[in-house]
């Protein structure tokens, strides 16, 4: 069974850098076809698709986030991170981490994150 779960700070200042962490058990994240992805959903809104890392570690990233967005991974600790940098109050959300084959979607249980002075 493969399991998701999102860690990292629940408020961040504006125009500091988000960093979260997804640590994922049952699977290690460098097996093939799997992709590992961060979404987020603001309050009153839907979810929005930030960017994935693939088993193969490239990157791919919304377009309207690009500017801002990196991921990375850690294989030693089955984890792999986010980073938002230069935050504004409406980079505040609840944000997921995912992973997912053709056949399967694992779904942390998300994050809280505000961003406020």
């Known amino acids: 069974q493969v399991q998701v779960q999102e860690s990292g700070p629940g408020l961040v200042k504006p125009s500091q850098t988000l960093s979260l962490t997804c640590t994922v058990s049952?699977?290690?994240?460098?097996?093939?076809?799997?992709?590992w992805s961060w979404i987020r959903q603001p309050p009153g809104q839907g979810l929005e698709w930030m960017g994935v890392?693939?088993?193969?570690?490239?990157?791919y990233y919304s377009p309207s986030l690009k500017s801002r967005t990196s991921m990375s991974r850690d294989t030693s600790k089955n984890q792999f991170s986010l980073q938002l940098r230069s935050v504004t109050p409406e980079d505040t959300a609840v944000y997921y981490c995912?992973?997912?084959?053709?056949?399967?979607?694992?779904w942390g249980q998300g994050t809280q994150v505000t961003v406020s002075s």
């Open positions: 890392i693939g088993y193969d570690d490239t990157t």
């Open positions: 049952g699977q290690s994240i460098t097996t093939t076809h799997y992709a």
């Open positions: 995912e992973g997912s084959t053709v056949a399967h979607e694992y």
